[in-house]
């Protein structure tokens, strides 16, 4: 099972879903490279080895098509110009029959409003 945590800060996620799916990897993937250099070396500090962290942007993944089972962000929708973006990115990533996942704060204003569209996906 190949798992991909979108916007994984240090890790913290990351990791865990690593040992979920050991022997499989589970990539990490933040914009900010202080986060991912973070996070490799908590991973490496706590022997966590199926686990790879990669500088990237959750609107524009380098990843194929249906490359992933399972796509994942939390708290980070919040921080994105365009939230549905991000998830359509997410899911392009994402194989048919996999799971996209996210979880965030909502005030309210941003994701409720958004959430029918995403129904039919």
Known sequence: MKV??????????????????????ALGVDIDPVFIEEAGRLAASQGVGNVRFERGDINHLRYG??????????????HVDD???????LKRV?????????SDYDDGAMLISHAPKFFDM
């Open 65 to 78: 098509d249906d490359t992933f089972d399972v796509s994942y962000c939390r708290l980070v929708l919040m």
């Open 83 to 89: 939230p549905v973006r991000a998830i359509s990115e």
């Open 94 to 102: 994402t194989r048919r029959g996999g799971l996209v996942a996210a």
């Open 4 to 25: 991909l945590d979108a916007g994984c800060g240090t890790g913290a996620v990351t990791r865990r879903m690593a040992l979920r799916v050991h022997p499989e990897e």
